[in-house]
């Protein structure tokens, strides 16, 4: 599942972090992708019935209640037992997808901000904590890095997303910031009209935010065990590739999204693979 839908950082996954944490990581990333998919789509009550079963359902194979019938999630609990502290991640992230049920846009930049506490944080947390430090005070740092680094991720995802959220209505630039370009959520929907230049001014505008999140997460590899680094410097080396990209693609995004050139992925995970391999030798 994960490699058909995440393929770039599956094999990041599978190049760059310690084999011992390869299953675990792995499930959770396919439990946040499941839990995703089944809360996405469809009318906000139908949403939240959805969540409100699967959650019934992951709790009951966390409990190890009867028998679990989809592998997904007896991977899942595989993990909770072998790492005891995933069973209150996941309850943290399942807590938090109401959030994104209710999600329709937001009014300011707050309601943004509390977005990314209430459900992106805890889903980036699902694999990051499994990287956490043991000591307590670089624990902390840790998480509050993870926070800068996933409000960074997330503008980034809402702005390749544009076109798609602005097709349903809501978008996850807030609506004031959409206002001080002469903006509005229906003007997004368009790919064509007078409205592109400030569109442009809106992604540069956007972009520069995530650019200074991402400048302050450059001391979170350095938090953890050396053989977990290299994934950490991925991640955020991936993330610059995809600003980048929207960056090229400015208002161009409302016609077709954002992604980075393979091309440019494979180099990089080439490099961060080369740089792994040789810390491991030099580690014994």
Same mark, same amino acid.
């Given at each position: 599942m994960v490699r058909r839908f995440a393929r770039a950082e599956y094999i990041a996954v599978r190049l760059l972090l310690p084999a011992r944490l390869h299953p675990s990581v792995v499930a959770a990333v396919a439990f946040m992708h499941e839990t995703d998919n089944r809360i996405d789509t469809g009318e906000s009550d139908a949403r939240l019935a959805a969540l409100r079963s699967w959650d019934r359902k992951v709790t009951a194979a966390l409990e190890c209640r009867g028998g679990v019938e989809q592998p997904m999630l007896r991977a899942l609990a595989d993990t909770a037992r072998r790492h005891p502290f995933m069973a209150a991640r996941v309850r @943290? *992230?399942? @807590? &938090? #997808? %109401? +959030?994104? +049920? #209710?999600?329709? &846009? *937001?009014e300011t930049e707050n309601d943004f901000q509390a977005y990314v506490d209430g459900y992106s944080l805890p889903a980036l947390m699902l694999t990051a904590s499994q990287l956490e430090p043991p000591s307590q005070a670089d624990a902390l740092k840790f998480q509050d890095g993870c926070r800068t680094l996933i409000e960074a991720m997330q503008r980034i995802d809402f702005l390749a997303d544009l076109a798609e959220d602005a097709a349903e209505g809501r978008v996850g630039v807030p609506r004031d910031a959409l206002a001080r370009f002469g903006l509005g959520t229906q003007d997004l929907a368009r790919s064509t009209g007078d409205h592109l230049p400030a569109v442009d001014r809106l992604v540069i505008a956007q972009a520069r935010l995530t650019g200074t999140a991402l400048d302050s997460c450059g001391d979170l590899p350095h938090l953890v065990e050396p053989g977990h680094q290299p994934f950490l410097d991925t991640l955020i080396a991936v993330q610059r590739l995809r600003l980048q990209d929207v960056e090229r693609?400015? %208002?161009a995004l409302l016609a077709h999204g954002a992604r980075p050139k393979l091309s440019a992925t494979v180099r990089l995970l080439g490099r961060q693979y080369l740089t792994a391999r040789r810390r491991r030798r030099r580690l014994g």
């Open positions: @943290d *992230f399942l @807590d &938090g #997808a %109401s +959030v994104e +049920v #209710a999600w329709n &846009g *937001f693609k400015g %208002s």
